[in-house]
């Protein structure tokens, strides 16, 4: 049995603003990440790097992007991230992300949790950002590197 992870959240912001949103790094770094060495487009490699993990890399596979619709990558060299954009009637955007790919045992529970969490925190991160402006990760995560240091 594979594990999926399924979240969505509406955005009031037009499709194109959030797409870009997603894929481009000068945006992403906004609300998400630290650095990413390029735009995510199909067929591209690149690395996203986290503000509260420093030296924490991620290399991201972009193997499906159509634009206004969807962006589809492999990360973790076992897991397949969807992230589907849905115009709605006022404009808005519905943001549906599936992540799977991993059997269930007992360490992937433990992923599956994480990253539940994970790209829950990224819709809200990514809603903040575009409506109001706001970078919801600054501070957010200071306790996880005290933590690590003090224990």
């Given at each position: 049995?594979?594990?999926?992870?399924?979240t969505?959240?509406?955005?009031?912001?037009p499709?194109?603003?959030?797409?870009?949103?997603?894929?481009n790094p000068?945006?992403m770094?906004?609300?998400?990440?630290?650095?990413?060495?390029?735009?995510m487009?199909?067929?591209?490699?690149?690395?996203?790097?986290?503000?509260?993990f420093?030296?924490q890399?991620?290399?991201?596979?972009?193997?499906?992007?159509?634009?206004?619709?969807?962006?589809?990558?492999i990360?973790?060299?076992?897991?397949?991230?969807?992230?589907?954009?849905?115009?709605?009637?006022?404009?808005?955007?519905?943001?549906?992300?599936?992540?799977?790919?991993?059997?269930?045992?007992?360490e992937?529970?433990?992923?599956?949790?994480g990253?539940?969490?994970?790209?829950?925190?990224?819709?809200?991160?990514?809603?903040?950002?575009?409506?109001?402006g706001?970078?919801?990760?600054?501070?957010?995560?200071?306790f996880?590197?005290?933590?690590?240091?003090?224990?």
């Open positions: 049995m594979k594990l999926i992870i399924k969505a959240l509406q955005v009031q912001m499709i194109e603003t959030v797409f870009t949103a997603i894929v000068k945006e770094t906004q609300y998400f990440i630290s650095k990413s060495s390029g735009v487009e199909e067929g591209a490699e690149i690395i996203w790097e986290w503000p509260e420093p030296g890399k991620s290399i991201i596979n972009a193997i499906k992007i159509e634009k206004n619709r969807l962006i589809s990558f990360w973790d060299h076992s897991t397949t991230v969807e992230i589907t954009l849905e115009e709605q009637a006022d404009q808005s955007v519905i943001v549906r992300i599936t992540e799977s790919g991993k059997e269930l045992n007992e992937n529970l433990k992923w599956y949790a990253n539940t969490e994970g790209w829950a925190n990224f819709l809200a991160c990514l809603k903040a950002y575009l409506e109001y706001i970078n919801l990760r600054t501070g957010s995560f200071e996880l590197s005290s933590h690590n240091q003090n224990g």
